[in-house]
């Protein structure tokens, strides 16, 4: 008897463990049904549960990053605005020049001949709106794509590759796979700068990154697609369009999901060589999306 009871621990941790491992492989199957038929590469890694719940396919893989890339960036300009080198209200003039025709740019289209935007609103612009215009005067403020990288690098995120801007990416299709990070590292990033447990970022700079990652507006059919309407979603999309040969090179999405509870999960979801439609690399995005939602709905601490 005595025995028995010695035993009767590990053998609890040992059936706690099966069944944890039982229910993250019974969601990594689903999400490997939604794939394996496209004829895309596709990368995910999942966290929630205060990191207990964690699953990745192809997560240590490189993906271009596209513009996922402006949440680093603005995430960089943060840290310089805290850092006192730059402000929340600084005026940022921007000339007929910067507004370069063949990027997309909501700043050029309400604006065509120039403007001044306190630097607090091309941040907004350029993660919410996901504009490339206020992408690139931002990279101009901080030092170049190579200053992003390298500030990621500094604290510990080495898995993330910043080495052009958007007039460089848009203009070249191959130079876009010199952006690049991994799922797993999207989501370092995410969790890192959500928890802010190493003060990376101030009070005020925290909340406003997270109020503009809610505010979010493209990729309205992905994270978000298939989720109940009012699902909070802090989430940043990237997206590559797609060449002559009817090669789309990236469709991305990352970001955290809330939960009716209060509880959240992170998911960075990246597609790649995709020879799939426009709806159908959204749609796998939006299945992945809610079957996540759905574990984690069922499986809710």
């Given at each position: 008897?005595k025995?028995?009871?010695q035993?009767?621990?590990?053998?609890?941790?040992?059936?706690?463990?099966?069944?944890?491992?039982?229910?993250?492989?019974?969601?990594?199957?689903?999400i490997?049904?939604?794939?394996?038929?496209?004829?895309?590469?596709?990368g995910?890694?999942i966290?929630?549960?205060?990191?207990?719940?964690?699953?990745?396919i192809?997560?240590?893989?490189?993906?271009?990053?596209?513009?996922?890339?402006?949440?680093?960036?603005?995430?960089?300009?943060l840290?310089?605005?805290?850092?006192?080198?730059?402000?929340?209200?600084?005026?940022?003039k921007?000339?007929?020049k910067?507004?370069?025709?063949?990027?997309?740019?909501?700043?050029?289209?309400?604006?065509?001949?120039?403007?001044?935007?306190?630097?607090?609103?091309?941040?907004?612009?350029?993660?919410?709106?996901?504009?490339?215009?206020?992408?690139?005067?931002?990279?101009?403020?901080?030092?170049?794509?190579?200053?992003?990288?390298?500030?990621?690098?500094k604290?510990?995120?080495?898995?993330?590759?910043?080495?052009?801007?958007?007039?460089?990416?848009?203009?070249n299709?191959?130079?876009?796979?010199?952006?690049?990070t991994?799922?797993?590292?999207?989501?370092?990033?995410?969790?890192?700068?959500?928890?802010?447990?190493?003060?990376?970022?101030?009070?005020?700079s925290?909340?406003?990154?997270?109020?503009?990652?809610?505010?979010?507006?493209?990729?309205?059919?992905?994270?978000?697609?298939?989720?109940?309407?009012?699902?909070?979603?802090?989430?940043?999309?990237?997206?590559?369009?797609?060449?002559?040969?009817?090669?789309?090179?990236?469709?991305?999405?990352i970001?955290?999901?809330?939960?009716p509870?209060?509880?959240?999960?992170?998911?960075?979801?990246?597609?790649?060589?995709?020879?799939?439609?426009?709806?159908?690399?959204?749609k796998?995005?939006?299945?992945?999306?809610?079957?996540?939602?759905?574990?984690?709905?069922?499986?809710?601490?």
């Amino acid at each position: 008897m005595k025995k028995l009871f010695q035993i009767t621990p590990l053998l609890f941790l040992f059936i706690s463990y099966q069944t944890f491992a039982q229910t993250t492989n019974e969601l990594k199957q689903k999400i490997q049904q939604i794939i394996w038929t496209k004829n895309v590469e596709v990368g995910v890694a999942i966290s929630g549960n205060n990191n207990k719940d964690t699953l990745s396919i192809h997560g240590n893989d490189r993906f271009p990053l596209q513009s996922v890339f402006k949440f680093h960036i603005a995430i960089a300009v943060l840290s310089e605005i805290d850092k006192g080198n730059l402000s929340f209200n600084q005026k940022i003039k921007i000339e007929k020049k910067d507004l370069i025709p063949n990027l997309y740019s909501p700043i050029r289209d309400k604006y065509p001949n120039g403007t001044i935007l306190p630097l607090s609103k091309i941040i907004e612009y350029t993660v919410s709106q996901s504009d490339n215009v206020g992408c690139d005067l931002l990279l101009k403020l901080i030092g170049g794509p190579k200053a992003v990288e390298e500030y990621f690098i500094k604290n510990g995120i080495k898995d993330v590759s910043i080495k052009i801007n958007e007039e460089v990416q848009q203009a070249n299709w191959d130079l876009q796979f010199e952006n690049w990070t991994t799922p797993k590292a999207a989501n370092e990033v995410l969790s890192t700068f959500y928890y802010n447990h190493a003060k990376l970022l101030s009070e005020k700079s925290y909340n406003f990154l997270w109020k503009t990652m809610k505010g979010t507006e493209t990729g309205k059919a992905r994270l978000r697609g298939q989720l109940p309407e009012n699902t909070i979603v802090a989430h940043k999309t990237g997206s590559s369009g797609t060449n002559k040969n009817g090669l789309t090179a990236a469709v991305n999405d990352i970001g955290i999901v809330f939960l009716p509870n209060g509880n959240h999960y992170f998911i960075s979801i990246f597609l790649t060589k995709s020879y799939e439609n426009d709806e159908t690399n959204e749609k796998i995005i939006a299945d992945i999306s809610k079957a996540t939602w759905n574990y984690f709905l069922k499986n809710q601490k």
